[in-house]
């Protein structure tokens, strides 16, 4: 037998689920896309989220959710076609959503339900001047 000359205490810790760590990589999976207009890629691919879309030339900006990739709101968004809150003030400036506008996240949120209460609370304290919509009037008394 060996003696030691200092005590060993073993300390047990639980690991976190594989669900857990597979949520986890995939929320900050990098943006593969060729043209992406997201300033972070880290953020391109993030669900259920609340986000801010500013102009750079004056100031006004857009709240809006979304619960498919980031990526993909952001795109529709860009395109000319689309008659977007975005798209519109862009062309009041005689240029393109893409050379104007940053986006930005807000908020995560678990669920799409948790995210769309999010939303009407940033729209109520925001006061953005490019949301158009009184949609979320439903979700006041949140």
Same mark, same amino acid.
């Given at each position: 037998m060996h003696k030691y000359s200092q005590d060993i205490r073993v300390v047990t810790q639980s690991a976190p689920s594989l669900a857990r760590l597979l949520n986890k990589n995939k929320r900050f999976i990098q943006c593969n896309k060729r043209s992406c207009a997201i300033q972070d890629p880290k953020i391109c691919n993030a669900r259920n989220v609340v986000y801010k879309a500013t102009c750079t030339v004056c100031g006004k900006f857009y709240i809006g959710s979304t619960s498919p990739p980031f990526h993909n709101r952001v795109a529709q968004h860009l395109q000319?076609? @689309?008659?977007? !809150?975005?798209?519109?003030? !862009?062309?009041?400036? !005689? @240029?393109?959503?893409?050379?104007?506008?940053?986006?930005?996240?807000?908020?995560?949120?678990?669920?799409?339900?948790?995210c769309r209460i999010a939303e009407a609370l940033e729209i109520d304290k925001c006061a953005p001047t490019l949301n158009g919509k009184e949609e979320f009037l439903d979700y006041r008394p949140f």
């Open positions: 000319p076609s @689309r008659k977007t !809150a975005v798209s519109v003030h !862009a062309i009041s400036h !005689a @240029r393109s959503a893409r050379e104007i506008f940053s986006f930005s996240i807000v908020s995560r949120h678990s669920s799409e339900i948790r």
